[in-house]
């Protein structure tokens, strides 16, 4: 467990790639695929919304990863 932190790595990596992941989804894809229509690049459009559709299949499971996790450390704390 990292002092700085709190979290465990491996928490910490969810976390962190959870992260990267919302900010590419929220930040920069819709900018990509208006570029790519501004610049009649149809075969770009589709590429950066399949793109974008297999981030948020990632940010799902990361977020899976992370509530299964915290619900198993939490039923781990309480039998102790």
């Known amino acids: 467990m990292s002092e700085k ?3 465990d790595n491996a928490t ?3 976390l962190s790639a959870l992260g990267k992941d919302a900010d ?3 930040d ?3 900018k990509y695929i208006r570029d790519a229509e501004s610049a ?3 075969e770009l459009v589709e590429l950066w919304k399949t ?3 297999d981030r948020q299949k990632h940010v799902d499971m990361l ?3 992370l509530e299964k996790k915290f619900t198993t450390t939490k039923t781990v704390s309480v039998e102790e």
């Open 5 to 7: 932190t709190g979290l």
């Open 12 to 14: 910490y990596d969810i």
């Open 24 to 26: 590419f989804l929220y």
């Open 28 to 30: 920069d894809i819709d």
């Open 40 to 42: 009649n690049e149809s």
């Open 51 to 53: 793109i974008r559709n």
């Open 63 to 65: 977020k899976d990863a």
